[in-house]
Structure formats: C-alpha cells, structure tokens
C-alpha cells in the first residue's frame, strides 16, 4: 500500500514500513541538480524515519515534487510551493499538469510532462533547455529539473519525483557573458567573431538560394589625428556615432562589425548585382560625411570603403574579407575617384572627397582644425 506520511511518499506493506522512506534515485541533466539529487538519495534512503526525511526535503535549496502513478501530485516542499505558486495542501491529490505548467521559451508550446515520462521509461528525464516554468500568478521562471521513478523495496514504480530550480539569474548571467564575448564594448556591434559566424551563415544561405551578397570593409580616413589633437574620449564619440549611422543605414537582416579601432565591416545579405553593393556602400559614406556633433561641435570625418562580392570575390568568409580589406588599400591610395569592379560583379571602392576638418559651431567655439588630406 502506498502512503505519504509527513508528505514524504513510503511503501507500507506492515506496520514498521510507515517509518521507511522511498528511495529517490535521481540524476540531474544540470551540476547543481545532479548534487542536490544524489544528496537526497542518501539522506532520504538513510534517514531513520519518514519526519526525518521530510525535515531534510523541506531544508533544501532546491523545489521537489511527487506524484502518485495517475500523476496526481502527492507531495510539495516550501521552495516547490513558492516557485508554482500552490500551497502543497491544495495542490495535493491535482494532476501536475494543473499545478507546475512548463512551456518552452522560444516557442511557448507546453513540453512533454517528465515525470510521466520518468514513470513509463523507469529511468530518469528531465526538460529540455529554455524551458519556462507558469507560477498560478503567471510569473515566469527558468528552471532546470530532473525526474526519477520512485519504486517500492521490490523495485516496482509507484511514482515520481521532479526536483527543480530557478535558472534564470544564472541564465541571465550567461546571456550576458555570450553577448559581451560577442559585441564591441564601445559600440555595441557584433565583433569580428560574430560577424565571422553570420558571414559564414549568409555564404550558406545564399548558395542555396542562387544570390549574391556583400561585405563592406570600411575605416575611418586620419582618426589617428582626431585621437591624437581631440582626445580618445573625442575618437570613442566619433566612433558611436559612426556605428549609430552605419546601423541606420542598412536594412535589419543586414550585419553592421566593428572590425579594430576605426575598421568596421558591413555585411548586405542580399544584393541584386555588385552596383548595388556600391550603391549602399556610397549611401553609408554620405552617411559618415555628414557632421558628428561631439560635445556641442560639428566635426567632420570621411572614410574609405572596398567591396568584396559572394561568390565572384570568394566562396568563403575569410576570402571574402580578404579581398574587401584588399579593395579598401586600393581605394585609400585612388582617393578622388571609384576605380573599377575588380571583377564582373566584385570590388567598389570609394573615398568621399573632403578632407577630415572641424567646422565652428554657431558659438564660435570649435576644435583645433585638421590639416587637409594627402588627396
């Protein structure tokens, strides 16, 4: 006969089997689980009486769960009650379903119930990744869990159990790292790495579908100088404000990088032709030229741009940015016109014609003017 005394599942099949706890044979999918399962085992199946047992699930850390083989739940510790939202006393004897509601993240479809699985499979499960638990409130929670059968002393299912916990500031934290190794901590753009794995995606994508695509090797003409007579706190304003002008010049599927200091790379996913890479490249150095107003001034800058086309320049990522950052040497030493494409639908380049200057605010106030170009 199965019972739950003190809410702590036990087989009784005489009168001394009350005070025996279950064994609760768990593995964990996640570090932490796995500990905490494997602690519960042995304080559980050691403990001297069920009170005991229950003292110990009721201290721990982390939300367990029981339920009997119908999936009606029959026992909650603390944490499990907060983190659902149901007090164990009224969660007892309902379908888990009812109680502990787990959808994915990205698609907010419910998930497989693990402890069924657990109970037909007689083996552990656990929930994929990204999974969300609903709290009766509706709160939202990210949870790791796994769930194990619980048998009887002769090793027959009578049950489950999920032990489960909050993820989501651990998620958050990873999130957070992935994207800083990820993005430029100046500007915010995607670095050369993941820039490199979008480029890399874009090549795979446009082989099957029979189109083109571009990369724009782009720096910024003298910013030494600017760093030099204005400041680094001047150069790292121009440098937003010139990834705020790139970002706003392409379309969302497109990739604005910072490449290094003054280099930025832009990836057009979709061109028709290689014109049309140097129509966006022409339209991003207006962009530049246009003037940066950095603590309350009008500074000018110019910049240099060489194109490299899939699959006339290249049939890979790195071929690609080879030949772009070979065009850009080529445009900065042509710096009063466009030579031509390098090959039928490859290389552009151009360099707009001003050279980098300050122009006085209305106040008159300006900054040290910059020599003019070697045009």
Known sequence: MTRCTGGVCSVAHDPQARSRASRLPLSASARTTRSTCI????????????????????????????????????????????????????????????????????????????????????????VGENCLLIGRDGREVAIEDTA?????????????????????????????????????????????????????????????????????????????????????????????????????????SDTVSRHGGDEFVVLLTEVACAEDAAFSADNLLARIAAPHCIEGQDLYVTASVGIGVYPADGTDAETILKKADFALLRAKAHRRARPPLATAAATASQVASKASRVKPAPDGNQFPLLPPANV
């Open 39 to 126: 602690t519960l085992r042995a304080i559980v199946t050691n403990s001297a009486n069920a009170f005991g047992a229950q003292a110990t699930l009721d201290s721990i850390g982390d939300a367990v769960l029981s339920t009997d083989l119908a999936g009606k739940i029959t026992y909650m510790n603390p944490v499990a009650e907060r983190m659902t939202g149901w007090p164990a006393a009224e969660a007892a004897g309902r379908p888990l379903r009812e109680v502990m509601r787990i959808i994915d993240a990205d698609s907010r479809e419910p998930v497989w119930d693990p402890l069924a699985l657990a109970v037909r499979s007689n083996a552990s499960a656990g």
């Open 148 to 252: 194990a059968p619980i048998h009887d002393r002769h090793g027959r299912v009578i049950g489950a159990v999920i032990v489960f916990h909050d993820v989501g500031a651990a998620r958050a934290l990873s999130l957070q790292m992935s994207h800083l190794a990820q993005h430029d901590m100046l500007t915010g753009l995607p670095n050369r790495l993941l820039l490199t794995d979008r480029l890399d995606r874009a090549i795979v994508s446009a082989h099957r579908r029979g189109s083109l695509l571009a990369v724009l090797f782009m720096d910024l003409d003298r910013f030494k100088y600017i760093n030099d007579r204005l400041g680094h706190a001047v150069g790292d304003q121009v440098l937003r404000s010139v990834a705020g002008r790139l970002v706003a010049g392409v379309r969302r």
